[in-house]
């Protein structure tokens, strides 16, 4: 025991240093966290407006002559005043209305759908777009300009 009692343990220096990187690395998985929500939500409504444009493409499958009639073409409707109500006399009309009913509460109210049916020949297919608004995914990356999203979707009949 010539040269005295040796410590053991941690000095206090130590601990805090080590409680100061581990704090720094939860920030960081708490910033991926909310990354990773915003990302998984911008992928839901993505999914639900690319199953819309299949839906509206199955209705016009189901009534191919209202269809190549131009009975289901339509552009995108305001949906500032809210959503619109699903309604209309013909079978074609129903299944606008309620397509856009369906289109705006599904996308988070901010959402519209827009139909057109083209002739190639003697071949028909339909052009489908959804929009929606996904502000909360521009606000996160910090992009300018709109934070408008379209799906296109182009449906032989």
């Not at 995108?76 to 369906?102: I, K, S, Y």
């Not at 519209?112 to 020949?121: A, E, H, T």
Request: charged share 15%; hydrophobic share 45%; glycine share 14%.
């Amino acid at each position: 025991m010539a040269g005295g009692k040796r410590s053991e343990g941690f000095t206090l220096v130590e601990v805090l240093v080590s409680v100061l990187v581990v704090g720094i690395g939860l920030l960081g998985l708490a910033g991926l966290q909310n990354a990773g929500i915003a990302a998984g939500y911008s992928a839901l409504q993505r999914s639900q407006a690319s199953w819309l444009a299949s839906e509206m493409a199955d209705l016009l499958r189901a009534n191919p002559d209202a269809a190549r009639a131009g009975a289901y073409d339509t552009n995108f409707v305001d949906v500032t005043a809210g959503c619109p109500n699903g309604g209309g006399l013909t079978r074609a009309q129903l299944d606008l209305g309620q397509w856009q009913a369906d289109v705006c509460e599904t996308l988070g109210g901010a959402g519209s759908g827009s139909v057109q049916v083209v002739r190639s020949g003697a071949l028909y297919y339909a052009e489908i777009a959804v929009r929606w608004s996904d502000r909360r995914a521009h606000e996160r990356l910090g992009a300018a300009g709109n934070a408008w999203e379209t799906f296109a979707y182009r449906a032989g009949l």
